[in-house]
């Protein structure tokens, strides 16, 4: 699925008829076009967040700049680095720097730094079919509520989203590989995503 044909989708939800390219919306225009593009983009980036295995990555190393800093890529949602390797620090990310909340202070005297869990943002094509398709579901859901304010339309499209993430969901465990001896906690707290391995006993 293109970006194009997920906008297409939002724009059928509520009856629009479809563009042919993007050169038919631009950034500041307030049209159901450019306004579905504006959506599905805040929802992949939302989705995206929760951390997911294929834009999670592990032991992604940062090189120190001439600030004596690190800067996180531009692309990275969520940060976390290990307390065993940094039992004296608490580092977090601040916009797009590290930031030690024990010292307070950007500052680092360590040529390198190796945070041990990275969720990165990827492009529309990058993401598996599943992604995309709960992505677009609740994007239009979303769509819909807020510029038609349609209870038909509302009821109809969160069915479709609940399946559409259980699909999701159900693709992630697969790769995952969980068993009863590792997977998620059961403390009561819900689906993970990408955190499953974290939780292993072997």
């Not at 293109?2 to 049209?31: H, K, M, Q, R, Y």
């Not at 800093?69 to 004296?88: D, E, H, I, T, Y």
């Not at 769509?143 to 992630?172: C, G, H, K, P, W």
């Amino acid at each position: 699925m293109t970006e194009l044909d997920a906008i297409n989708i939002l724009l059928s939800v509520i009856g629009e008829a479809p563009i042919e390219s993007f050169a038919t919306t631009s950034a500041n225009e307030v049209s159901d076009s450019a306004l579905a593009r504006r959506t599905l983009a805040e929802v992949t980036r939302d989705v995206q967040a929760e951390g997911w295995s294929w834009n999670t990555d592990n032991h992604v190393e940062f090189v120190l700049t001439n600030e004596k800093g690190f800067v996180v890529p531009a692309n990275a949602l969520r940060v976390r680095f290990p307390r065993s390797r940094w039992p004296m620090g608490d580092l977090v990310m601040r916009g797009r720097r590290v930031w030690d909340r024990t010292r307070q202070s950007y500052e680092f005297d360590d040529a390198s730094l190796t945070a041990e869990e990275v969720v990165f943002e990827l492009l529309w094509e990058e993401l598996p079919h599943p992604a995309q398709q709960y992505i677009v579901i609740r994007a239009a859901r979303i769509y819909a509520s807020r510029f038609i304010n349609s209870s038909v339309i509302f009821s109809y499209t969160v069915q479709d989203e609940q399946y559409a993430r259980a699909m999701l969901v159900r693709d992630e465990e697969t790769k995952e590989q969980n068993n009863m001896l590792w997977g998620q906690h059961p403390h009561g707290l819900g689906y993970m995503p990408a955190r499953g391995r974290h939780n292993r006993l072997t």
